[in-house]
C-alpha cells in the first residue's frame, strides 16, 4: 500500500514520501480502539506504543533538521 500511495504521490503531486518503518501487529491496539483510548494512554508500555514512540521520535527529529538546516 506505502509503494503505491507513494508512487502516485510522486506522480501527481510532485512529492516525495518517507517510510519510517511498518507499524507492528499488536492486540493492544484494538483493544484500545474498542475502548476508545489513545494506545499510548490504555497501554502505555505496549510494543505498538514503543512503535509508535520511535516514529514520533523520527518525525520530529526529521522536522527539526528541515527547519533548523
Known amino acids: 500500500a506505502y509503494d503505491e500511495l507513494a508512487r502516485t504521490c510522486t506522480e501527481r503531486l510532485g512529492v516525495s ?7 507492528i501487529d499488536d492486540l493492544e491496539v484494538y483493544r484500545s480502539i474498542a475502548a476508545a483510548r489513545p494506545i499510548s494512554v490504555a497501554h502505555p508500555h505496549s510494543p505498538a506504543t514503543r ?12 522536522a527539526r533538521s528541515r527547519v533548523v538546516g
Do not use: C, F, K
Open 17 to 23: 514520501l518517507a517510510s519510517y518503518g511498518l507499524q
Open 51 to 62: 512503535a509508535l514512540t520511535d516514529v514520533a521520535r523520527l518525525l520530529y527529529e526529521d
